[in-house]
């Protein structure tokens, strides 16, 4: 029985693409200047101590960061011991988000033109506010403008409360996020708006909606809580999630998935958050499998906790977190199990702003059953999903190249 997990560490670019400069991305390097941030001595600004990922190191992260960059990441050095194969992919979808990058992994690169409201300040279009005040059964709505989700809560949440007006945000990426406090806006109204605005702009061609619920008494305390929920258009085309499910495999998603592809094709969503949780609950639903199953994980910590507050030390050190558990779910893969870890896009947080950098994206791939080695720089994303349909025996995707071989006798 063929068995695979299949990791996303949201946000962990390694070097621009070559079309960066389209995004203002010219330079964006996550892992590179996180390593690079963690080796400066403290009195010129850095941490003083390298980046200490050896467990990532082993199964070619720094080879594949290498790859791209051409040179070796600072105090990190490029040492795969041959347990894995390792490279990086281009993203040939359009734009640097979320929903791109996954449906992309799985398969489906989003070469149409997603819609975005890019004006910094009364970014969405009075219609489309007027009609989900109307429809959504409120008032008006404060914010109306790109910002980072900690900030704006920290700047209108208690008129939020005050008022009882929600806050509605955008950023670079296709979406519309609303925030809410859960107790006093109520968080079963907050997901009923949300799912009004999921159809409203169908029209826009946004990609997804956010509920961001937030708690707390006053802008000192307020925080967001995991009870954020993603409101996606689904795919256009079914993705390898698609495919598994039809030939009797099973689809667990952890994390956000589910969310991600408007829960199609997947077989059972497992909500959680923290990396400990996420972690745990993905080697929980890789051991309880029973037939050929994927377990496809969301580590989004990377990307909201840290790329997006541009906290290069609380990225560091989430890193080094992640790569001491590595042991317990590499240790989890018997004689035909297979584990891939990739990212999706980049979120430097030393990068100006607050958006999502244009990046490549590693890929390692381990198992009893694979050949180690390195797989160069991919054309696509869709390499990955490519694969794990490869390694579950289905036929080829319609994107995408396998770059899996495996061991002789």
């Not at 980046?51 to 490029?78: F, Q, Y």
């Not at 991600?260 to 639903?285: N, P």
Request: aromatic letters at 8%.
């Amino acid at each position: 029985m063929r068995r695979a997990m299949l990791i996303v560490l949201d946000s962990l670019g390694v070097g621009e693409l070559p079309d960066a400069d389209r995004y203002g991305d010219t330079g964006a390097d996550t892992l590179g200047h996180i390593a690079a941030w963690c080796a400066r001595p403290v009195a010129a600004g850095g941490r003083g101590r390298a980046l200490a990922i050896p467990n990532l190191v082993r199964i070619g992260l720094a080879d594949a960061a290498a790859s791209v960059r051409g040179r070796a990441l600072d105090g990190v050095p490029a040492a795969a011991n041959g347990r894995a194969r390792h490279g990086a992919a281009r993203e040939r979808s359009t734009g640097k988000d979320t929903i791109s990058g996954h449906w992309e992994i799985a398969g489906v690169p989003v070469l149409f033109d997603w819609g975005y409201f890019s004006d910094k300040t009364d970014s969405f279009p009075p219609a489309l506010l007027d009609a989900l005040a109307r429809e959504g059964g409120v008032a008006g709505f404060l914010g109306n403008c790109h910002a980072s989700g900690t900030e704006i809560i920290a700047r209108l949440g208690e008129e939020h409360i005050r008022t009882g007006l929600p806050i509605v945000y955008t950023s670079a990426d296709s979406v519309i996020q609303i925030c809410a406090h859960e107790e006093h806006f109520g968080l079963q109204r907050l997901y009923d708006l949300c799912a009004v605005a999921r159809r409203l702009v169908d029209d826009y061609r946004i990609g997804r909606v956010i509920a961001r619920p937030f708690v707390g008494t006053c802008a000192a305390d307020f925080k967001r809580t995991p009870h954020r929920k993603d409101y996606s258009v689904p795919p256009p085309e079914p993705t390898l999630l698609d495919r598994l499910q039809t030939a009797g495999a099973a689809v667990i998603g952890v994390g956000k998935i589910s969310d991600i592809f408007a829960a199609q094709g997947i077989t059972r969503s497992v909500k959680a958050s923290g990396l400990d949780t996420l972690v745990a609950k993905s080697v929980e639903a890789f051991d309880a499998a029973t037939k050929p199953t994927l377990v496809f994980t969301n580590l989004v910590d990377f990307d909201q906790e840290y790329g997006h507050r541009r906290d290069v030390a609380g990225y560091a050190g989430a890193l080094e977190h992640f790569d001491a558990m590595l042991p317990t779910l590499l240790g989890r893969l018997g004689p035909e199990d297979l584990a891939i870890f990739c990212a999706d896009h980049g979120n430097d947080p030393t990068w100006p702003g607050s958006d999502h950098t244009r990046e490549h994206i590693p890929i390692l791939a381990t198992g009893p059953a694979l050949e180690p080695g390195s797989i160069g720089i991919r054309d696509s994303f869709a390499d990955i999903g490519a694969s794990l349909a490869e390694w579950f025996g289905l036929a080829p995707l319609g994107n995408g190249k396998s770059f899996l071989t495996y061991a002789s006798g």
